[in-house]
């Protein structure tokens, strides 16, 4: 059978693959695994549990709270918040475990359940297993006094905020921001948050009907916002996606500025003020080129990770670092955070906005970002990626002809029969013309190979 847990914890089709049924198991295996067998105080353990607006998360939270409670795990709902909440709550209330049920990005059909441990870290892989395992064996079952209770946790969109708040190096008094929430979990505490920070707010995607999360709006469609940005002369644009763990960027004539460049930002005004850890930046092999030649004009160090914010974080926590992130915009202050935070991330891009004085569109120059090709090809056999011959040969052939003018990344999807073939060279016709020839490469070698076992 197929790993239960994917790379975000559990996700699929809400009544699909994402029942009740299986929403009940798996907290009563989460409650054993996270919460009786790490908790030796002697009371009951603590669950903190937040969700997206998806109308699905109503059902499938009232079966997660079923399956903690009847447990023996007292149960605070947090109502919807964002998923970098959830994770701080855990942490600010000394929580056993947290629970977060959300999607992400996805459309509203789609759900899931994630689970942080104490201090509101993500789980790895064995502790994933160990609660999937669990799920076979019979369930805590208490009774009387023991069972958990379920309560209203009615101060935590406050807490969050407040915590926010304080990472401010300046406030944003006389910035006008325009901020999309994808009709998602941010709606209700990002906007307060960037009002209380002193922006002048336009606000919009903040309208959740539990069926329009990442409905046309948010960090996936930004057209609404680059629009919105120009029309109100704003100063800049920032974009969440559902579960508001990441955050990209609009400048004030409505260019976009992705995660790469938001790094770029963040990595160089922390050097500036002498907190960035030992000068390092931790990303993803996917970054840009432009990055890393960027931070290295600026003595800074780029750590390199598998894709992945959970491989980004584990590269922070080995060295002890204490920014990085993805080009996609899952950006992380692990001084503040023990996962992505687009409103932190947001917040801290504006301030450096109001702090400079400069404009959004000047501090993205910071780094020059390469052409960048991505190319997906599909129906391929992806494991044999690193034992072809032919491919190997196309790929050195390929850095060979860019120089240190550019960079090949030939990578196997982990959830799909895709390979992904990346090129950035210094113009869009060389990186999509070597693309292009190195996927054609791929389609021809995998298929023969595929065909001939």
Do not use: W
Request: charged share 20%; hydrophobic share 45%.
């Amino acid at each position: 059978m197929s790993r239960l847990f994917g790379t975000d914890g559990v996700r699929g089709l809400a009544n699909g693959l994402l029942t009740a049924e299986l929403a009940l198991q798996l907290a009563q295996a989460a409650a054993v695994v996270l919460g009786h067998d790490r908790n030796s105080s002697g009371s009951r353990p603590r669950a903190v549990l937040a969700r997206d607006p998806r109308a699905s998360g109503e059902f499938i939270a009232a079966a997660v709270e079923a399956g903690l409670s009847s447990s023996g795990i007292d149960v605070y709902d947090a109502g919807v918040l964002p998923t970098p909440a959830a994770a701080y709550l855990v942490a600010d209330l000394d929580a056993d475990f947290g629970v977060m049920i959300s999607a992400s990005h996805n459309p509203a059909p789609d759900n899931g359940i994630k689970f942080f441990a104490r201090g509101g870290q993500k789980l790895p892989d064995d502790v994933e297993d160990a609660i999937e395992a669990q799920m076979s064996k019979e369930a805590v079952r208490p009774t009387g006094p023991d069972v958990g209770r379920i309560q209203r946790f009615s101060d935590a969109e406050d807490r969050y905020i407040v915590h926010l708040l304080r990472t401010l190096p300046h406030r944003l008094d006389g910035l006008t921001v325009v901020l999309d929430c994808a009709n998602g979990a941010a709606s209700g505490c990002s906007p307060q948050l960037f009002k209380d920070a002193g922006a002048d707010l336009i606000v919009i995607g903040a309208d959740p009907d539990g069926l329009n999360i990442n409905d046309g709006v948010g960090s996936t469609h930004l057209g609404p916002l680059k629009e919105a940005v120009v029309k109100y002369g704003a100063d800049l644009g920032i974009a969440h996606d559902g579960d508001a763990d990441r955050c990209l960027a609009v400048d004030h004539e409505g260019n976009e500025v992705d995660g790469d460049q938001i790094m770029a930002i963040l990595a160089v005004a922390l050097k500036k003020a002498g907190k960035l850890k030992d000068d390092v930046l931790v990303a993803t092999v996917m970054s840009n080129l432009g990055l890393k030649i960027a931070l290295r004009d600026a003595g800074i160090t780029i750590l390199e990770t598998a894709v992945g914010d959970r491989y980004v974080l584990e590269g922070m926590r080995d060295g002890g670092y204490n920014l990085g992130g993805e080009q996609s915009g899952h950006v992380i202050f692990s001084d503040h955070a023990t996962t992505g935070d687009g409103l932190l991330t947001g917040l801290q891009l504006a301030a450096q906005v109001a702090l400079t004085g400069k404009p959004l569109k000047e501090l993205a120059t910071v780094m020059t970002k390469l052409p960048q090709v991505l190319i997906n090809v599909k129906g391929v056999d992806r494991s044999r990626v690193g034992s072809s011959d032919v491919l190997a040969q196309a790929v050195a052939a390929a850095e060979a002809a860019l120089g240190d003018t550019g960079r090949v990344l030939l990578r196997p999807s982990g959830t799909e029969p895709v390979v992904r073939v990346m090129v950035e060279a210094a113009d869009e016709e060389t990186a999509q013309s070597i693309g292009e020839h190195l996927a054609q490469v791929v389609r021809t070698e995998l298929a023969l190979e595929l065909a001939s076992n």
